[in-house]
């Protein structure tokens, strides 16, 4: 490189000639994700290549056949007629078998999330002046609940239950019985509405919601509030924490293999009312900071006329449950704390459960969505290791490879960040996590319906792309379920993000 000339009060570089004819190091500069793109391509259309020669071959056989090889074929046909017609009806049987047997498709043709009125809204200011005014929390709680709330994620719009607004706190039966009416009719009257399904049509009920189980149940107040027919399968899910909307859709398509062109409706929700904690136990307060109020309902189908008008089809569901194991039941666990005061405990390891409980998931489902070059490499290197070296680091399997989004249940900040470092995600892939932490909090398994309705509102949802779903839960549970969509698909009408969707992204401070 020569020296600088001064022009104009500043400088220009004059680069050597020969430097500047040099081409570039390619082989530097190539990326080993590209290379893995590259294999994983080939791997995955290695049997068409396969194919290809063999096809040649056969037409090249069959184009060299003359009218007399035709014929002399024709004969043998006649001469072996009973074998002939044995064969195509052993085919004709096995044919029927496979159809009758096989697995019904379940198509998920729309579903609704429950938008708040404004006058619930509880901006950071709004919920620590109602907790000042709150006797049961002391100067230490009230520090605590301040600290967790600004390192949360959660943004200033998030919502609460029309009874913790009221000062005191109005946490009666009739009040919790009313935030249960308000999102889950909310959710289906939006659904019904936006589908045209008429309510009597729905066969099957699923309903979750883990901490409150009137008498009658949730299920029972949809069913009197639409006149649901009489013999509606419905079932009420409970205690079974933010990963139970997997665990509903998985038991509404274990429905649908069963009962024939049937509709199923899942709803999923939490209701904060009578789960608020008034006490002084941190590890009981980090719930009051994360969960607000949200909802969903979902229409599946098995219909194949209603596949053209669906938004996705299920592909996957895989359930883990690590309960057996004594620390994982009672990570997520609620009690009451040495005042009487009730409230769910979150402990201390529940990182880390939460990282086995993963594990467990994707190991079971790696096989299933996982390009077989991606299990070629992980098999190589598992066999690697064990022959040769020990110390030798596992491969990682790159799930990007399996799937184009990535719903992942916005629980809090610390397990969003956990699982882009371990999976190796991009911020795109986390962001529709994030933006739902924001902007509507911890709304416990339908968290991830609402991260869903930012994908499509972004407009990113395309044909053919795979999403995956994923969801923890008290007991401890990992649950995962994969969607393919079928179209481009568009937001619905009445979207959680129709008015505000221009504004994300949002920048974070944390």
């Known amino acids: 490189m020569e020296a600088a000339e001064p022009v104009n009060g500043g400088s220009v570089q004059i680069q050597n000639e020969n430097t500047s004819r040099k081409l570039p190091n390619f082989l530097q500069s190539v990326n080993i994700k590209y290379v893995k793109l590259g294999y994983h391509h080939l791997i995955k259309h290695l049997f068409k290549l396969c194919l290809v020669p063999l096809m040649a071959v056969m037409i090249s056989e069959i184009s ?38 096989r697995s019904r498709s379940v198509y998920l043709v729309d579903y609704s ?25 002391n100067d230490s709680s009230l520090e605590f609940q301040r600290k967790i709330l600004e390192r949360s ?97 998985d038991l509404a398509k274990d429905m649908l293999q069963v009962h024939r062109k049937t509709y199923a409706v899942v709803v999923s929700t939490e209701n904060i009312t009578q789960n608020w904690y008034f006490g002084n136990k941190k590890a009981m307060l980090i719930p009051n900071c994360l969960f607000r109020v949200g909802g969903t309902a979902v229409l599946l189908s098995n219909k194949a006329s209603d596949r053209r008008r669906s938004k996705y089809m299920m592909v996957h569901t895989v359930r883990t449950h690590k309960g057996a194991n004594e620390k994982a039941f009672n990570c997520v666990y609620q009690e009451q704390d040495d005042n009487g005061k009730t409230g769910v405990s979150l402990s201390k390891d529940l990182m880390a459960i939460a990282g086995e409980a993963l594990k467990a998931n994707i190991t079971t489902l790696g096989p299933l969505v996982l390009p077989i070059s991606e299990q070629i490499l992980f098999f190589a290197t598992l066999v690697a290791k064990k022959l040769f070296n020990a110390k030798m680091k596992p491969y990682i399997p790159d799930f990007k490879l ?109």
């Open 402 to 510: 399996a799937f184009d989004h990535f719903c992942i249940h916005a629980g809090g900040r610390a397990v969003i960040d956990e699982l882009e470092k371990n999976l190796e995600l991009s911020v795109t892939h986390v962001e529709a996590s994030r933006m739902t932490l924001h902007r509507f909090g911890n709304t416990s398994s339908s968290s991830i319906w609402y991260e869903l309705a930012y994908i499509e509102a972004k407009g990113r949802m395309k044909k053919g792309d795979r999403v995956w779903q994923i969801a923890f839960g008290s007991g401890f549970k990992c649950n995962s379920a994969v969607w393919v969509a079928l179209n481009n698909v568009k937001p619905s009408v009445s979207s959680p993000w129709e008015h505000c969707i221009d504004r994300y992204p949002v920048k974070l401070d944390y």
């Open 153 to 249: 994620g959660l943004g200033e719009e998030t919502y609460l239950p029309e009874g913790l607004h009221c000062v005191p706190p109005r946490t009666t039966m009739v009040a919790a019985r009313e935030e249960a009416e308000q999102v889950m009719f909310g959710c289906l009257d939006k659904l019904f509405q936006n589908t045209k399904v008429n309510p009597r049509d729905i066969s099957v009920l699923v309903v979750n919601c883990s901490l409150f189980n009137p008498t009658p149940s949730l299920s029972a107040m949809i069913v009197n509030k639409y006149k649901l027919r009489g013999n509606v399968k419905s079932f009420n899910l409970g205690g079974m924490g933010c990963s139970a909307g997997v665990i509903s859709i």
């Open 113 to 137: 999330c429950y938008l708040p009125p404004e006058s619930l809204q509880v901006p950071y200011k709004k919920f620590m002046d109602h907790s000042k005014l709150i006797e049961d929390f």
């Open 64 to 101: 060299r056949l003359t009218p007399d090889d035709f014929h002399q074929l024709w004969l043998h046909l006649q001469y072996n007629l009973v074998s002939f017609i044995l064969l195509s009806a052993l085919a004709v049987f096995g044919c029927t078998v496979f159809v009758m047997t």
